[in-house]
């Protein structure tokens, strides 16, 4: 006879504590002991990519990227890979109720990039080793990702300047063409003039 299980779906934008949204940090690792003492063996969570328009779940910009709005910073933090002043939340930033996915956005998002930023000049080499082999391991996908990742912060940013929103603002309408078709020459060009964003 095959074993019973049982379990609870929840996902982890859903946990409390954190800034704004749930994340992968000390809530996470507390809710799966909590499992664990109270004898369940599943845990369901929703996709875990990055949301696209709508900030749906099944809607994710990539397979195999993870949502970087559920990197916990108190964990950046403390692993040395962020200064503690640059995670401080605005007042706007909630830590109970809805999630308000514009505003987390708004002010979670360029916190990550200061915190890359921080780690990319203060890692250990053994952080740095660890990374490269990320980067060079996941290649097949990630350099796709995180070009796509560049053009996109660049034309949303540029359609919000210029007050443009809606279907408007999206890749297939704000975007050079040569850029939303994936062509290769163009792509190649904006890799290189957009390292430092890449």
Not at 71 to 94: H, N
Not at 125 to 134: G, I, N, P
């Amino acid at each position: 006879m095959k074993e019973r299980k049982s379990g609870v779906l929840l996902h982890i934008t859903s946990l409390p504590g954190t800034p704004g949204i749930g994340t992968l940090g000390k809530a996470a690792y507390a809710f799966a002991d909590w499992l664990a003492s109270a004898h369940q063996t599943l845990w369901q969570v929703l996709p875990l990519g990055p949301t696209g328009y709508g900030d749906s779940p099944y809607a994710s910009f990539s397979t195999f990227a993870g949502n970087p709005l559920l990197i916990d910073l108190d964990f950046l933090v403390d692993s040395g890979w962020a200064r503690a002043e640059d995670v401080i939340p605005p007042d706007y930033i909630k830590s109970t109720g809805n999630i308000d996915y514009g505003s987390v956005v708004w002010w979670k998002m360029p916190v990550l990039y200061k915190c890359a930023e921080y780690f990319l000049s203060h890692c250990t080499s053994k952080d740095r080793v660890l990374y490269e082999a990320f980067k060079n391991d996941q290649s097949v996908w990630l350099d796709n990702f995180a070009s796509y990742t560049s053009i996109k912060k660049f034309y949303d940013e540029k359609c919000q300047k210029e007050g443009i929103s809606g279907e408007k603002s999206m890749w297939n309408q704000a975007w050079p063409k040569d850029l939303a078709s994936h062509d290769s020459n163009s792509v190649s060009k904006w890799q290189a003039s957009h390292v430092q964003d890449i």
